[in-house]
């Protein structure tokens, strides 16, 4: 964790003949509280507010506060209040700050973005603000969950805002602050994603975001492990017997490969994890067959998730529940 300081670090002496860099000008946040009694600066952004509150919500900070502090210059003085200045971005201050201030972004029945999970992560776990931490994990973990049962019954985006580059970011978060659990499901997601967006990301503030390097060979080197896992598990009833019941196997067995035809050519068709199609159903299959397949779908899609952490070089799914277990989620 980086050092909270009270000034800020003496500027290097610039050689000879250097140009001089105008810093850029100190922004006042709209987090400004005028009977404040600390300032805290993240980039050029400064916001006034308690320390009381945040002792009362974050333990780095109150620990930081009973530390005796050497008395400020006088240019480090912000309308008689001592400035600590952090390492992270302004965005993620503002967002946590919001939330502790405003009690902005943890409505429960409304869906918040990426960038707010994020920095109630990165924060959260920074400085040990357990509210918006467990807020973070909360939506998070119900996007993407360690059970198939809660992945079936979950309304998808209903506690983080779809956006074009969701996957990606959520993999890229998860990643970064080693949350585990999330991170199968994340990848296989991106895995049926196009490889040109994977590859080119999405542009944004000047730059692409794209997955890790590391992340993005893993994705592609799934590609066909996930392909083959299908069609043993989710999609294995299209190549199964019927049932001895079955009275027409000629007509059953043209109709299982009329869906396969359908499905998976000329490209194949990602679809491990979605529930049974009733348009199935239409084709020429006896009722015996159809309810043969749909055990064998059912069966074979559990099996399917629970091969998913491995497929990306990840501990089971029972080892992965304990990330939330302890995190009390």
């Given amino acids: 964790m980086s050092t909270l300081t009270a000034s800020q670090p003496a500027a290097k002496r610039k050689r000879d003949g250097e140009p001089e860099t105008a810093a850029k000008p100190l922004v006042r946040s709209e987090i400004w509280f005028h009977d404040g009694n600390i ?8 916001f006034k507010i308690y320390q009381g509150l945040l002792s009362a919500n974050s333990t780095v900070f109150a620990d930081m ?27 993620d201050v503002t967002y946590v700050l919001e939330a502790l201030c405003k009690r902005s972004h943890v409505t429960i029945n409304e869906p918040v973005s990426i960038a707010i999970v994020a920095a109630f992560v990165r924060l959260g ?30 309304n998808c985006w209903a506690m983080i805002s779809n956006s074009d580059c969701i996957l990606i ?55 066909d492990p996930l392909l083959r896992l299908q069609s043993t598990t989710t999609f294995s009833w299209l190549t199964a017997d019927g049932p001895d019941e079955c009275e027409a196997p000629d007509d059953c067995n043209n109709g299982r490969n009329q869906i396969l035809r359908d499905s998976f050519f000329p490209c194949s068709l990602y679809a491990s994890l979605a529930t049974w199609d009733q348009e ?29 952490p491995s497929i990306f070089g990840l501990p089971g799914w029972e080892e992965l529940k304990k990330e939330r277990v302890l995190s009390n989620i």
């Avoid at 300032?39 to 400064?46: F, G, K």
């Avoid at 918006?132 to 939506?139: M, P, Q, T």
């Avoid at 949350?179 to 994977?198: G, H, I, K, T, Y």
């Fill in 39 to 46: 300032v805290l600066q993240a980039d050029r952004t400064q």
């Fill in 65 to 91: 506060f009973l530390v005796p502090q050497p008395p400020p210059s006088g240019g480090e003085l912000v309308e008689g209040c001592a400035v600590v200045h952090l390492s992270d971005s302004a965005i």
């Fill in 125 to 154: 776990q920074k400085y040990q603000i357990d509210a918006v931490l467990s807020e973070a994990l909360k939506r998070l973990y119900h996007e993407f969950p360690v059970e198939l049962e809660d992945y079936d019954i979950n």
């Fill in 169 to 223: 970011d959520v993999a890229n978060l998860a990643r970064e602050q080693n949350l585990l659990s999330v991170l199968p499901l994340a990848l296989e997601c991106c895995s049926r994603e196009d490889s040109d967006f994977l590859v080119k990301g999405v542009k944004r503030e000047g730059h692409s975001v794209t997955l890790s390097p590391a992340d993005e060979r893993m994705v592609f080197a799934a590609n």
């Fill in 280 to 308: 199935w159903e239409e084709y020429t299959i006896c009722d015996e067959c159809l309810a043969k397949a749909k055990g064998l779908h059912a069966s074979g899609r559990q099996r399917y998730w629970d091969n998913i």
